[in-house]
Structure formats: C-alpha cells, structure tokens
Nanobody, 127 residues
Framework: QVQLVESGGGLVQAGGSLRLSCVAS????????LGWFRQAPGKERECVSA????????YYADSVKGRFTISRDNAKNTVYLQMNSLKPEDTAVYYC????????????????????WGQGTQLTVSS
C-alpha cells in the first residue's frame, strides 16, 4: 500500500510559479512510476505529467509543455511538479498518482494505469 499526500497548491496570479510536492509512504517508492493529474470543474480528469521509475522518460500534456517540469527524489519519497507561467486555465485540483506495475522506463498518461491516488490539492490561478 502507498499513501500519497500532496502539498503546495494555492492561489497565484497568472504568470506566476508554484511547485507541488507529493510525499509517498512506504519503502518501495523507486519502484513506482508517478504522475500528476488534474481535474477542473465540469471537465474530465487529465494527465498533466508523468515520470518513469528510471526518471529517463517523462510525459507532458501539450497544454503544459515548456511550462511544467516533473521530477522525483527517491531518497525523499517525493515527486514534484514545478509550474511556471501559470494560466487561469491551469486552475484545477491536482492529484498525485503512483503506478505499481510500470515498466522501468514507462510513464503512462492513462489514468487506469495508476492504482494509487492522493487526495488532491487545489490550484487557483487568477487573471
């Protein structure tokens, strides 16, 4: 079992930056691929970014490429999402996820691949 706890959300002005963090419980953090999903009101949940176990493979949604950066620190059981040049359309609840069955260099954008989810953290970007 893995428990994921997100932090770092809040209110920020358009053009600003914020970093989300997600700390995982357990001793097998390095064996999980990790992802960040978001869901805005009235919209489907979408994968924002994902990172493989090896950290060599990453995925970014087109809407965040060049603005967001995912990284992981296995020693701290933590995955980060650095978000720059934020836009009002980035407003959503952001969820940290873990995929226990991922291949070493796979970073999936499919929500069904992820078997552990955090409670979510709200990001609001004002215009």
């Amino acid at each position: 079992q893995v428990q994921l706890v997100e932090s770092g959300g809040g209110l920020v002005q358009a053009g600003g930056s914020l970093r989300l963090s997600c700390v995982a419980s357990g001793r097998t953090f390095s064996s999980y691929a990790l992802g960040w999903f978001r869901q805005a009101p009235g919209k489907e949940r979408e994968c924002v970014s994902a990172i493989s176990r090896s950290s060599r493979s990453t995925y970014y949604a087109d809407s965040v490429k060049g603005r967001f950066t995912i990284s992981r620190d296995n020693a701290k059981n933590t995955v980060y999402l650095q978000m720059n040049s934020l836009k009002p359309e980035d407003t959503a609840v952001y969820y940290c996820t873990a995929d226990s069955g991922a291949a070493y260099s796979t970073a999936s954008y499919l929500p069904d691949k992820y078997d552990y989810w955090g409670q979510g953290t709200q990001l609001t970007v004002s215009s």
